[in-house]
């Protein structure tokens, strides 16, 4: 079993940057394939990026593609989310997911959740 936590969010203005951290324990987190997804007032959870296990591949929704860059250190068992150019819609709750599949974009794909955390881009 797999327990994740995200931090990082917060309120920044639009152009700003955030760093969002999904630490795990439990389980053994360096063979999991991460997940970011976000969930947005009144919309449906939407997938973000995704790591494989050993960091190797990437892959982003084209939205973020060349704003947001996801890592991990699996000494530190840990993924984080860098987001730089920040724009109002990207306002959402952002949750890490980890699961065994390659490539995985659906929420269906994922075993394991964290609780979220929100990020506010303000104009």
């Known amino acids: 079993q797999v327990q994740l936590v995200e931090s990082g969010g917060g309120l920044v203005q639009a152009g700003g940057s955030l760093r969002l951290s999904c630490a795990a324990s439990?389980?053994?987190?360096?063979?999991?394939?991460v997940g970011w997804f976000r969930q947005a007032p009144g919309k449906e959870r939407e997938f973000v990026a995704r790591i494989r296990w050993n960091g190797d591949s990437t892959y982003y929704i084209d939205s973020v593609k060349g704003r947001f860059t996801i890592s991990r250190d699996n000494a530190k068992s840990t993924v984080y989310l860098q987001m730089n150019s920040l724009k109002p819609e990207d306002t959402a709750v952002y949750y890490c997911?980890?699961?065994?599949?390659?490539?995985?974009?659906?929420?269906?794909?994922?075993?394991?959740w964290g609780q979220g955390t929100q990020v506010t881009v303000s104009s």
């Open positions: 997911a980890a699961g065994r599949l390659w490539p995985a974009n659906l929420r269906s794909e994922y075993d394991y």
């Open positions: 439990g389980g053994t987190f360096s063979r999991y394939t």
